[in-house]
């Protein structure tokens, strides 16, 4: 039996996703954010069944993925993006310091991310790859 989200979860999350979000490339940024994740079809259906309950609303902490009523931090997925993206640009240790406290505000190390921070960090990268 396959772990990925299941056809009523997936139209019941996009019917959500449509009332919740005016447009579809913010919530493909939303799902980015929460599960490291750019498609509905790539959730699990743990994944798709907390994005339901953040989608109508259940902020209890069984809809966070830690359980803690915060946002969890970045994805191994997140992590390998940002690794290579340094790799790719020959950023150093520093320079992606300097990044992720003027992305974030904070002095933090990777591993400490949000989700979403990850996600600001990496579109950062990706623009700066862009640029060169």
Request: hydrophobic letters at 35%; aromatic letters at 4%.
């Amino acid at each position: 039996m396959s772990n990925l989200i299941t056809r009523p979860q997936t139209r019941h999350l996009r019917a959500l996703s449509r009332s919740v979000f005016p447009s579809d490339d913010l919530y493909h940024d939303w799902l980015l954010q929460q599960f490291g994740k750019a498609s509905t079809k790539q959730l699990t259906r743990r994944d798709a069944s907390m994005a339901i309950r953040l989608l109508k609303g259940d902020t209890s902490d069984r809809a966070y993925p830690n359980g803690s009523g915060v946002a969890a931090h970045l994805t191994d997925r997140q992590a390998r993006k940002i690794g290579a993206l340094i790799a790719e640009r020959g950023i150093s240790g520093a320079g992606l310091d300097r990044i992720i406290k003027r992305q974030t505000g904070q002095d933090k190390g990777v591993e400490m991310l949000t989700r979403s921070e990850a996600t600001k960090v990496i579109i950062l990268l990706e623009r700066m790859a862009g640029d060169a």
